[in-house]
């Protein structure tokens, strides 16, 4: 049975528990990547023992084809997927606000040309502009694939920050500011910026979940990085030597569960923010 | 003064715009190795006419051809025409890879694999994430809601490619319930018979709801917040005031919920496909996935190319069908302004 | 004199949240009389949607009913089921005007289709009766038939008012309780819509109406009666031509003279201009709540609170100033 339309327009309590789950799991896998290896001092790229044996105390999450342990190399790949997430999303946001500032702020030619170039990469999807823009490179670098990832995923970032500029320019502190004669850039910097950082903080969180993401994709494609090792690329080697078919569990399912565990979180973490700042999805 | 219905000028100013978005793609796709140093192309053409020099007439006939077809050697604008026409009338160059065959041709073989994947996996996962969303913001702050959306919200979190992964190890690999590979027996020949085509659902079976489990939680999602916020507003406390009963008001919510989310369908295309692709390598489904794949790790540049071509331009055709029909079903574009 | 046709005794309602409990209403009696215009008004704020939503029985979480009864025709709409209320009262007997027209009908519908589904609530009609129940409704108030079968959208402010009022009212209910029908429209629709209510009340579509405001000169206009709210009560009530002759509280003085000495600026905003605030409703001030903003205010008034005292010929006012006039 249907209930009462009016049941659900309730005010809800801002989601504690799920902000407090999310930020356990991710401390989780940051405390594996970064604390991890202090403990768990095997070399992820050295062959230390049998091939393809299960978990065990001795390697607890068994070893790959060449006889590398899975552990280590997952402990490193969280640090490599965070790096490559974290610089890729700083670029992305970078260019998405700057974008979305400008054409907010200054308005008319301006915005119009760059929302129709914004609106031109949202129509191109960025996991195919990212392929075809990494075929190009044979060697590539965690920060080169960073920059492929980064500056394909900006456009709605920069949609978003050009409507909350569109609502901020005209308020009153910041025609005062103008009358008080500060120019464009001391305008947004002052009264503009401060106002949208919690937008950006959460959009932040929100493209490095994407880019992680977008990194194993790459990965998974034969594209990603050619230096270091990520979660995309344990799984691409365990896709390319038919770990699923061979029945070595141990060799993609922990890379692509912290994977999830690590996009989940911050997907969440950002809901909650998102709660928080936008009471209009909290109730009256 | 004849005037022009809403509708045919909504149609118009969006087909323009991806005629425009497409042909910035093709911008891209023809700059791109020769804006990276070392033009990566012509480090290959290099590569084979080394071959060349070493080899029989055969491979100096390859060379020569694709020369031709890259025309690396003449100016820049006349390499971008001669890139345009080829494409005007369809001619995607030739695989590497594949030699002799056309690349429209290889495309042509495997596109219908990955649409036959693609479009079923996305409808679905669209009308059922619409319906669960929906659910979940009617029963919100209830235990329904409170279990659905964390499934959702990390559902959406999952790489296609990885469920898959997960999929196949346990309903194939260790519960052998679904076939390992492929999209039929390699002993079948493909042909219309009830036997091949119930082995064919047999090995889409794994590969769909990879794509589908994953998909609805994005959908679910947004479908839940736009139900929320439409629940509010002002039309839904005014019918209900009327003295309509919870069914009706909820299917007018339903209704003008799910049109932002038609348009999210055309923008939510691109994402799918990519993870699509990556999720036939998994299975090694024979579809353009596979295929570029196999052109990425020759380096068959052609074939990239083409692939890329058919596949966007297939993205930005399915773009304007679910623009048409967006404008056709909501009547605030449909209907013309002219109130009074 | 005859029963009156809606009366609310005795009302408290409060939103509950989690800041604290909003006493948007608190302890309101109000009579909406036979054959009459009631007028409601007071800053926005003061509680006078939320009265409405109690008086419809519309109550919804936070929303709380504390204590009080809705008579309506001798059955306290307040201890009668939602389903029952929606499917016999609303639109039956009652019907509700919303304040923004502009979004109050669902914008992919054609508003036939709206009617359709409403009407074929209450009673059993096929769709061609509902449709020349419209029209027939739409010619006698002078409004164009064709309006029925466009979408929102297509309609302009003013008309989409209009259409609202007449599909609002298509079975004719005994009452009619409009919130803020005017204020988003120019003056001369305003004039148009208040006309065409004021027909329908002529016509006996409709025996009273209930006129929610916080624009004092349109209930000149139109009002018999006015109820001036102020922070979850009623400070004043009687006849309006008496209240608007000789205003008591000082709430109402202030209220009528800063519309009438209208600022452009203020009145195209929709603001009353009285100097302060009005009060938080969770901690409402010690004694008279208007105390902080009244210019004769006295010891007394901080202390206690002065209780709405009748003075007859259907009058009453709840300030101090008054009430020794009363005891003397």
């Given at each position: 049975m249907l209930r009462s339309v009016s049941k659900i327009i309730t005010p809800e309590l801002f989601t504690i528990k799920k902000l407090d789950a999310s930020l356990a799991v991710l401390l989780t896998v940051f405390a594996l990547g970064f604390v991890?290896?202090?403990?768990?001092?095997?070399q992820p790229t050295a062959v230390v023992g049998p091939l393809e044996s299960p978990p065990s105390s001795l390697y607890p999450l068994g070893t790959d084809a060449y006889g590398k342990d899975v552990l280590a190399?997952?402990?490193?790949?969280?640090?490599?997927?965070?790096?490559?997430?974290?610089?890729a999303a700083a670029i992305a946001l970078l260019i998405g606000v700057l974008i979305g500032l400008m054409a907010g702020y200054k308005g008319k030619i301006i915005d119009n040309l760059l929302m129709m170039l914004t609106d031109i990469v949202l129509l191109l999807p960025s996991?195919?502009?990212?392929?075809?823009?990494?075929?190009y490179f044979k060697w590539r670098d965690p920060l080169l694939v960073s920059i492929i990832i980064g500056v394909t995923s900006?456009?709605?970032?920069?949609?978003?920050?050009?409507?909350?500029?569109?609502?901020?320019?005209n308020r009153e502190f910041v025609n005062l500011s103008k009358m008080a004669g500060l120019s464009d850039f001391q305008i947004v910097i002052r009264d503009i910026l401060p106002n949208i950082a919690s937008y950006i903080f959460m959009a932040y969180v929100l493209l490095m979940s994407g880019a992680m993401i977008a990194e194993t994709g790459l990965s998974m494609i034969g594209l990603g990085t050619t230096q270091g090792v990520t979660l995309g690329n344990i799984l691409f080697w365990a896709q390319v030597l038919e770990a699923v078919r061979r029945g070595l569990w141990w060799w993609f399912i922990p890379p692509g569960a912290t994977l999830v565990a690590l996009a989940a979180s911050l997907l969440m973490i950002a809901t909650a923010l998102d709660e928080y700042f936008n009471p209009r999805l909290r109730g009256s | 003064m004849p005037t022009i219905s809403p509708f045919i000028i909504y149609i118009l100013r969006k087909g323009l715009f991806i005629i425009a978005t497409f042909f910035a793609f093709l911008l891209v796709i023809f700059a791109l190795p020769r804006a990276i140093p070392g033009n990566p192309v012509a480090a290959l053409l290099t590569q084979i006419f080394q071959q060349a020099q070493a080899n029989p007439d055969t491979v100096k006939a390859v060379y020569r051809k694709f020369m031709e077809e890259f025309g690396l050697y003449k100016p820049l604008h006349e390499q971008l025409f001669d890139f345009l026409s080829r494409l005007m009338v369809g001619d995607l160059g030739t695989s590497i890879a594949f030699y002799p065959r056309k690349v429209a041709d290889l495309v042509a073989s495997y596109l219908p694999w990955t649409l036959g994947l693609l479009i079923p996996a996305i409808l679905v996962a669209w009308?059922?994430?619409?319906?669960?969303?929906?659910?979940?913001?009617?029963?919100?702050?209830?235990?329904?809601?409170?279990?659905?959306?964390?499934?959702?919200?990390?559902?959406s979190q999952v790489p296609y490619y990885w469920l898959a992964m997960i999929l196949l190890y346990t309903f194939a690999v260790t519960a052998r319930i679904f076939p390992v590979a492929g999209a039929y027996p390699p002993a079948m020949q493909p042909s219309l018979t009830p036997a091949f085509i119930l082995a064919m659902l047999h090995h889409y079976t794994l590969p769909f709801l990879s794509i589908v489990v994953v998909a609805i939680g994005g959908w679910a999602i947004g479908m839940r917040v736009l139900v929320i916020y439409e629940l509010r507003s002002d039309y839904v406390e005014?019918?209900?005031l009327l003295g309509l009963s919870d069914k009706k008001i909820l299917g007018y919510v339903f209704r003008n919920s799910i049109l932002p989310q038609i348009t999210g369908l055309a923008l939510s295309m691109g994402t799918v496909m990519g993870g699509a692709l990556i999720t036939e390598l998994v299975f090694s489904y024979p579809g353009t996935g596979y295929l570029l794949f196999r052109a990425l790790s020759t380096l068959d540049y052609p074939l990239i190319q083409g692939t890329f071509i058919i596949l966007v331009s297939t993205l930005l055709a399915a773009n304007l069908i679910v623009d048409i029909l967006y404008a056709y079903i909501d009547p605030r574009i449909r209907v013309s302004y002219v109130g009074d | 004199m005859s029963e009156p046709l809606l009366l609310g005794l005795g009302l408290r309602a409060s939103y509950f949240l989690r800041l604290g409990e909003v006493r948007a209403v608190d302890g309101v009696d109000i009579e909406v009389p036979r054959d009459a215009v009631v007028g409601l008004a007071g800053e926005s704020g003061c509680g006078k949607s939320t009265l409405v939503n109690v008086l419809l029985a519309n109550i919804r979480p936070p929303l709380r009913v504390k204590s009080g009864k809705v008579l309506l025709d001798g059955v306290d709409l307040l201890s009668v089921s939602r389903e029952e209320v929606r499917k016999k009262i609303w639109g039956v007997k009652v019907s509700y005007v919303p304040q923004s027209a502009l979004n109050a009908l669902n914008p992919t519908k054609r508003i036939i289709e709206l009617v359709k589904d409403a009407i074929t609530q209450h009673t059993p009609a096929t769709d061609q009766e509902v449709v020349s129940l419209c029209k027939r409704r739409l010619e006698e108030l002078n409004l164009p038939t064709d309006s029925i079968h466009k979408y929102p959208h297509e309609l302009s402010g003013g008309m989409r008012q209009r259409v609202i009022i007449a599909i609002s009212t298509l079975l004719n209910p005994r009452l009619l309780i409009v919130d803020e029908p005017t204020s988003a429209l120019d003056v001369s629709t305003q004039k148009q819509v208040l006309k065409m209510m004021l027909d329908m009340k002529r016509n006996r579509i409709i025996d009273s109406i209930l006129f929610v405001t916080h624009e004092l000169p349109v209930l000149r206009q139109v009002a018999s009666h006015v109820y001036i709210m102020y922070a979850g009560k009623i400070v004043e009530y009687g006849p309006a031509d008496s209240v608007f002759f000789n205003p008591l509280h000082p709430y109402t003085k202030a209220l009528m003279y800063s519309v009438m000495t209208p600022e452009p600026e203020s009145r195209e905003r929709g603001l009353v201009t009285?100097?302060?605030?009005?009060?938080?409703?969770?901690m409402p001030p010690q004694g008279c709540r208007f105390h902080p903003r009244c210019p004769y205010v006295m010891d007394i008034c901080r202390r206690s609170e002065p209780r709405l005292v009748p003075l007859g010929e259907g009058r009453g006012v709840a300030c101090f100033l008054h009430h020794s006039e009363v005891a003397g």
């Open positions: 991890g290896p202090t403990v768990y001092t095997v190399q997952l402990m490193a790949g969280i640090r490599g997927s965070l790096q490559i997430g974290a610089t996991i195919l502009l990212m392929i075809l823009v990494a075929a900006w456009p709605w970032v920069a949609r978003a920050v050009r409507s909350q500029t569109l609502s901020l320019k | 009308v059922l994430g619409n319906l669960l969303g929906a659910w979940a913001a009617y029963r919100r702050r209830t235990r329904v809601d409170n279990a659905l959306l964390p499934v959702f919200l990390v559902l005014y019918s209900e | 009285i100097p302060g605030e009005p009060p938080s409703l969770i």
